[in-house]
């Protein structure tokens, strides 16, 4: 996985620079704080994000903690690793399964994310781990989306509910309840449900989604972004936060150039854990989020 090319090698770059010295002075700690806050407002990192960040970094870099150190350089490192960590999220967070099946699980987020993709690439894992997995065609606006949705899931070897004349067609609330009771009927234990995605925030398809939402109660509600999108990833987090309240986010399309901006700013700006990454267009491309693996892929 490319992981944030460029914004890797200028923290990693910036880091070096404070090798071989033995105490670190002000000057020095500023230096390389100039430099990691550059490199973080170029790769598209929300500015209160890199503000706590090159702030926290700077208050335990003047500490005794690491002039005391037998290698303050090191120490240093060592503490951008610690606040990357905290900035995606600190420890891992599983999916909340139901007590009682089906677990609902609703995804959402701009066209073109990687929300029916993801669909799959999540029933793949969570059948490969004993689950039963439905997928539920939700997005009954882009044509030929619930088609995409059934070759997915025959490519993912599980279950589509598509709607179908008499099934709730045009109705994607009314599609979303019905999957439910089909589910529980044929004991499927969990409902991964795709909805439509909107070019840009759109109020009409938030309100659908939020309707969605409100007739399912899903025990999570998956936000998914491209990690690409730079700039816009915390007004959009925060729009979908404020209509729909996801539960966690999925970054997707890390596999790309991504500047990092996505992954270092939606959980600090939104409170919501990165949940899953998915790393290219196959489905086995996709795996749980680690902030600690991701941070040390980060100054690798
Ligand atoms: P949706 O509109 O949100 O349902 O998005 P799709 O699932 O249709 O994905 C849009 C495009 O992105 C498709 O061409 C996918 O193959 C591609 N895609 C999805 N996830 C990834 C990923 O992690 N990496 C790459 N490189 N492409 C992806």
Redesign the pocket.
Known sequence: MATFGTLSTRLTESLKNLRGKGKLSAADVDGTIREIRRALLDADVSLNVVKKFTGDVRERALSDEVNKALNPAQQVVQIVNDELVAILGGSQRRLEFAKKPPTVIMLA?L????????AGKLAKYLAKDKHTPLLVACDLQRPNAVQ?LEVVAGNAGVAVYSPEPGNGVGDPVQVAKDSIKFATDKQYDVVIIDTA?RLGVDAELMKQAADIRTATSPDEVLF?IDAMIGQDAVSTAQAFQDGVDFTGVVL?????DARGGAALSVVSETGRPIMFA????TLD?FEPFYPDRMASRILD
């Open positions: 987020g066209q073109g994310a990687g929300k029916t993709t993801l995409q995605g998914v997707t399309k890390l596999d790309g998915s790393t290219g267009e491309d």
